[in-house]
């Protein structure tokens, strides 16, 4: 913890409150993976009848967690302009009010790549000020040192109330590809982090102490030169960004289109209409085989949603598997807003053979 506490200590703390270090008892908390960190916030800060605020395509976790705490989530949806994502901030102010509880923010965001920049934070913590002064922020910044030609801001250190408002968490298996070991972090304020600290006594008591000490271990040696790079963080972005520029290349030559990532090891792809892929109504033949004779289980809910059939068509015919985007959106939007429709997410997060693979096998 003493660890974390010096690693973040120059990330996270807005200008205005420096040179004041994180207290590695009071501001820090070890959980089992990022999962658990979001899963306790959920259950400590919601309760019955609260609203949580969510942006979509949103990280699956978020909606299970939020409705597991009796809570309701409500949804704004990211729009495609230009070729990125962008978050409209009318809808945004508009979705706030007295009721938001919590909202779940995401950068570098899963499934879409979307890095928020600074100034679109800062917008946001200003929005909060004025729309939800109360409302508290789990801000996942699981993939933060994965970004491409840009840098990662925490949303926790673009102002005094957004650092007090936020709960910032991180996981040992993005930074260090290690998704088993389960180790993930949050860093907050000890007014807001004492609630979750003294109810994690009762979920998991604690992480085990071996993961936290190779998680101490780790973060002195990534801070090292590293393989001809300056530290193992720049060594992680460079080999992730030369598999996010191939895989680009391969969704283009593939006839998709793909909203190019500044961060994670995801890409949205677009499958236009009369694409190959596209072309095949319903559900194919073989899956609907597959549920008959083996028992296979198909939301009948996903039978006409293009994304999936998309990436039902990928799967059986070229060995590729994706995911449909629409599974990242609340069931009432999907069909009414625009990334909900014909959009797939691939994962470049695999060895270059596997992707050289890919590219093949998706090509037209
Ligand atoms: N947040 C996001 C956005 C993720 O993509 C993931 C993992 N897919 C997690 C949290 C969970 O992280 P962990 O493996 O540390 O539980």
């Given at each position: 913890m003493k660890e974390l506490a010096r690693f973040y200590s120059p990330r996270v703390i807005p200008s205005e409150l420096k040179p004041r270090e994180i207290d590695a008892n009071t501001e820090v908390l070890i959980t089992v993976g990022a999962s658990q960190a979001l899963n306790l916030a959920a259950t400590v800060f919601l309760d019955a009848g609260d609203e949580a605020l969510l942006i979509e395509p949103a990280f699956?976790?978020?909606?299970?967690?939020?409705?597991?705490?009796?809570?309701?989530?409500?949804?704004?949806?990211?729009?495609?302009?230009?070729?990125?994502?962008?978050?409209?901030?009318?809808?945004?102010?508009?979705?706030?009010?007295?009721?938001?509880?919590?909202?779940?923010?995401?950068?570098?965001?899963?499934?879409?790549?979307?890095?928020?920049?600074?100034?679109?934070?800062?917008?946001?913590?200003?929005?909060?000020?004025?729309?939800?002064?109360?409302?508290?922020?789990?801000?996942?910044?699981?993939?933060?040192?994965?970004?491409?030609?840009?840098?990662?801001?925490?949303?926790?250190?673009?102002?005094?109330?957004?650092?007090?408002?936020?709960?910032?968490?991180?996981?040992?298996?993005?930074?260090?590809?290690?998704t088993g070991l389960k180790t993930g972090w949050v860093i907050g304020n000890a007014d807001l982090l004492r609630d979750m600290q003294l109810a994690q006594q009762f979920v998991v008591f604690c992480s085990n102490h071996l993961s936290q000490i190779a998680l101490a271990e780790a973060l002195k040696f990534a801070e090292q030169p590293f393989k001809g790079y300056n530290s193992y963080f720049e060594w992680l972005r460079g080999e992730y960004q030369k598999k996010r520029d191939f895989l680009v290349k391969a969704i283009r030559a593939a006839g998709m289109e793909p909203i190019v990532p500044d961060g994670a090891f995801y890409i949205l792809a677009r499958v236009p209409e009369g694409h190959e892929m596209r072309q095949k109504e319903g559900v194919p033949a073989q899956i609907l085989e597959y549920v008959s004779t083996k028992g296979l289980q198909v939301d009948p809910a996903t039978y006409d949603r293009s994304d999936y059939n998309i990436s039902r068509n990928l799967v059986l015919e070229r060995g590729v598997a994706s995911i449909p985007n629409s599974a990242f959106i609340s069931v009432d939007n999907v069909g009414k807003v625009e990334i909900s429709n014909g959009y797939i997410r691939f994962a470049f997060c695999h060895p270059d053979e596997v992707l050289s693979s890919a590219a093949e096998r998706i090509k037209q």
């Open positions: 699956d976790m978020y909606t299970g967690v939020v409705q597991l705490a009796g809570a309701t989530p409500k949804y704004i949806a990211l729009k495609p302009v230009n070729g990125k994502l962008e978050l409209d901030m009318d809808e945004l102010s508009n979705a706030l009010s007295e009721r938001t509880k919590l909202m779940f923010l995401n950068s570098p965001h899963n499934p879409s790549g979307k890095v928020f920049s600074k100034e679109e934070l800062k917008k946001i913590a200003d929005i909060l000020d004025e729309k939800a002064p109360s409302c508290i922020v789990v801000s996942d910044e699981v993939y933060e040192h994965i970004v491409y030609d840009t840098v990662h801001t925490p949303f926790a250190s673009v102002s005094v109330s957004a650092f007090e408002r936020t709960l910032s968490v991180y996981s040992a298996g993005k930074t260090f590809s290690a």
